[in-house]
């Protein structure tokens, strides 16, 4: 069974710092993993997506990687900003289509000004 | 477009109560699905739909029943509450882009089961 773990659980950071976000998965067997935002009292928003034959992403400040074969991403923000502050969540899918994704607890992240 | 609209945004139950939340897309997503989200935990897949009366079960299917009549519509129907069914639902659609997949969520609708 496929399992998602993220570390920390909790991240505050002071404004301008750059940071990584740590996702794990047991079974490397998986098509695609993405990463979400998820703003208090609101849905998911996806940030980024990462096929299984892609190494990484990038959207603006955000760079995703993924590491297949050891079952890690990262997600690395430059630059923090208060603005940045929300649950950031990965996930992986192991089939093309169909909206099967397992996802992982979380990362919530604090940028103070 | 509204994108993914969930309705109520709250609801408390007493335990034993049936009743419905509502999901509906105005984009012609195919696929659609239901997950629940409990503190310090990852959302987890209820059900999930490929296309109108395609429906199948996810990790925590129990409890919950799914019904796709319609393209636009997802309605997740709970039969007898439960305490344990107290939890965030979000409702997501998605479409296919080459090979990758864009998801879209719903806020989520709140729900006390006491």
């Known amino acids: 069974k496929q399992e998602v773990t993220q570390i920390p659980a909790a991240l505050s950071v002071p404004e301008g710092e750059n940071l990584v976000l740590n996702c794990s998965f047991t079974?490397?067997?998986?098509?695609?993993l993405q990463w979400f935002r998820q703003d208090p009292g609101k849905g998911l928003t996806s940030l980024l997506l990462?096929?299984?034959?892609?190494r990484e992403q990038t959207s603006g400040r955000l760079n995703a990687s993924l590491d297949k074969s050891s079952g890690r991403s990262t997600l690395y923000i430059a630059a923090s900003q208060p603005g940045d502050s929300a649950t950031y969540l990965c996930?992986?899918?192991?089939?093309?289509?169909?909206?099967?994704?397992?996802f992982g607890a979380g990362t919530i992240l604090r940028v103070k000004s | 477009n509204a994108g993914v609209t969930q309705t109520p945004k709250f609801q408390v139950l007493k335990t034993g109560q049936s009743m419905t939340l509502q999901c509906a897309q105005d984009?012609?997503?195919?696929?659609m699905s239901w997950y629940r989200q409990d503190p310090g935990m990852g959302l987890r897949l209820i059900h999930y739909s490929v296309g109108a009366g395609i429906t199948d079960q996810g990790e925590v299917p129990n409890g919950y029943n799914v019904s796709r009549s319609t393209t636009e519509d997802f309605p997740l129907r709970l039969l007898s509450a439960a305490p344990s069914q107290t939890s965030v639902y979000f409702c997501a659609s998605s479409y296919s882009e080459g090979p990758n997949e864009k998801l879209f969520f719903g806020s989520g609708t709140q729900l006390s089961v006491l």
């Open positions: 079974d490397s067997a998986i098509y695609n």
């Open positions: 996930a992986v899918s192991r089939r093309i289509y169909g909206n099967k994704l397992v």
């Open positions: 990462i096929q299984s034959s892609q």
């Open positions: 984009m012609n997503h195919e696929y």
